[in-house]
């Protein structure tokens, strides 16, 4: 259980809610595992659904606190309001700002700074960590370069050269990236990024680290009433979920790269666990994403200081700490979106 800006996240499984007067009361096989007075929460986000009380959930609903139900891997099942109020609000202020580009920039910026900000930490620290084993001259010149495009997108308010900065960052990373696999690179390189279908086992983990990663993304969005389909920087395109696209920008190399460079570099998975089809396109099998999967999970358990909260939270949460971050700066409670800039 942990409680973060007027959230309540209940990440224990096998969890039932109660009311009890105006307090939220835990259960697990009828033993009581915490107890917290509702008048100050504005949301419970519940992860491993197994039930409400409909009394709960009728207070909820009377007081404006949404209660939101997550499957134990974070996809998104429901959420029960109560009358239309906020939401609406918010909804609207964000279709407002998604259909004027000069707005969308000044948000979208945020998001690309938070992702080369974290490119180039990583970077720096493969210099710290592994000095004997990459080419430090390379990686210093590549981290210069990633701070003055830095630089560069904190004054551009243009959303095409938002991109194309964006575009440029991008690929000085993935010229290290191959040279961060430290173990196993004869079964395991990166020469470019193939997207669909991916061509070799590392685009195979990439690609399936992002999936996980934008499925995350979008249910924190939708927990705070943000719609996850309609985007600032990734524009309006039927079935994809634009926004928490944007928003998952700043976490791509600080969480999925280095997720999936850390299954690679400490062997938990083998050349053993993929498969070439006769299209060219390399697939995972089925034990090998119960792997990743398991370890995923693991990893979304581990603990972290917030950047800008201060708070400890688990790596989990961080998506949908950046979505109430950002719920609450459409709202105008924050002069401007805070990204999650990691060292």
């Known amino acids: 259980m942990k409680k973060l800006l007027n959230t309540l996240f209940i990440t224990q499984s096998d969890v039932y809610?109660?009311?009890d007067g105006d307090n939220i009361v835990l259960l697990k096989d009828q033993e009581k595992l915490g107890r917290l007075p509702l008048h100050n929460l504005e949301s419970i986000v519940s992860f491993g659904y197994t039930g409400a009380s409909p009394a709960l959930m009728g207070y909820c609903a009377e007081r404006n606190i949404s209660l939101l139900f997550l499957t134990g891997s974070g996809r998104f099942l429901a959420r029960v309001i109560g009358q239309s109020r906020g939401n609406v609000t918010l909804r609207k202020k964000q279709y407002r700002i998604s259909d004027n580009e000069k707005m969308s920039a000044e948000i979208a910026r945020n998001f690309i700074i938070g992702k080369i900000f974290n490119n180039k930490w990583m970077i720096e620290r493969m210099t710290r960590d592994y000095p004997l084993r990459i080419d430090v001259a390379q990686f210093k010149g590549i981290s210069r370069h990633l701070s003055a495009i830095i630089q560069e997108v904190r004054s551009c308010d243009d959303l095409e050269r938002l991109r194309g900065l964006e575009g440029q960052a991008a690929i000085s990373y993935n010229r290290l990236f191959d040279q961060m696999i430290l173990q196993q690179k004869e079964d395991f390189y990166f020469h470019s990024r193939s997207r669909r279908p991916p061509l070799d086992?590392?685009?195979?983990l990439l690609s399936f680290s992002?999936?996980?990663?934008?499925?995350?993304?979008?249910?924190?969005?939708e927990g705070v009433g943000l719609d996850a389909y309609v985007g600032f920087l990734h524009r309006d395109r039927p079935g994809r979920?634009?926004?928490?696209l944007d928003v998952m920008e700043e976490l791509r190399g600080i969480y999925a790269d280095k997720f999936v460079l850390s299954l690679i570099n400490k062997k938990v998975v083998s050349k053993d666990d993929f498969v070439k089809k006769e299209n060219g396109s390399v697939l995972m099998t089925d034990e090998a994403r119960r792997k990743f999967l398991t370890a995923w999970q693991n990893k979304k358990q581990d603990k972290i200081t917030h950047p800008y909260l201060g708070e400890k939270i688990q790596w989990g949460l961080v998506p949908h700490a950046q979505a109430?971050?950002?719920a609450r700066?459409?709202?105008g409670d924050l002069d401007e979106y805070p990204p999650f800039l990691w060292k």
């Open 17 to 19: 809610l109660s009311l």
């Open 201 to 204: 086992n590392v685009n195979a």
């Open 210 to 221: 992002y999936t996980l990663l934008a499925n995350d993304m979008a249910s924190a969005l």
């Open 241 to 244: 979920v634009s926004l928490a």
């Open 324 to 326: 109430l971050l950002l």
């Open 329 to 331: 700066y459409l709202r």
